[in-house]
């Protein structure tokens, strides 16, 4: 049985979640079943028009809370972040869980924890017992410890 791994891609700069898409993009050309769940993201790009042309990848999207950053959210809209965020992580661990998935990346997962904008317990039970073959990929920049 493949042993799947959990991949952390971090740093200050850009290019975490264009090294997270390309390696969906590898694996969906090898058959695999992808699911991107973005965090703080609502935002309209390119790679999301050819990333829905390719029928292995699935992607799930934050919401608009009528805030740019997280520091310009109300404690209400932060709430609905939250709530909308592990609605989100719910649905992407129960694919998971369900053997339906076998890439999940949760793209800004590393900065929606730190912003205690997901269930960080939800989180890191999941990374601590995930289905031995799931491969997963978090980004962000400064991953905690845990």
């Not at 999207?61 to 997280?70: I, K, L, T, V």
């Not at 992580?89 to 949760?106: F, H, M, P, S, Y």
């Amino acid at each position: 049985m493949k042993k799947g791994l959990i991949h952390i891609y971090c740093g200050d700069g850009k290019g975490k979640t264009t090294a997270a898409l390309g390696l969906a993009i590898r694996a969906a050309g090898r058959g695999f079943r992808v699911f991107i769940i973005q965090f703080l993201k609502d935002q309209k790009t390119g790679e999301l028009v050819s990333l829905a042309k390719i029928p292995e990848i699935k992607i799930m999207r934050g919401e608009n809370f009528q805030a740019a950053f997280s520091w310009q959210m109300t404690e209400e809209q932060k709430q609905q972040c939250r709530l909308h965020h592990d609605k989100m992580l719910k649905q992407g661990i129960a694919a998971a869980r369900n053997g339906e998935v076998d890439l999940l990346i949760l793209d800004e997962a590393i900065a929606a924890y730190n912003l205690k904008l997901v269930d960080s317990k939800l989180l890191l039970e999941f990374l601590n017992t995930k289905p031995e073959a799931l491969e997963v990929v978090l980004t962000g920049r400064d991953p905690a410890p845990e």
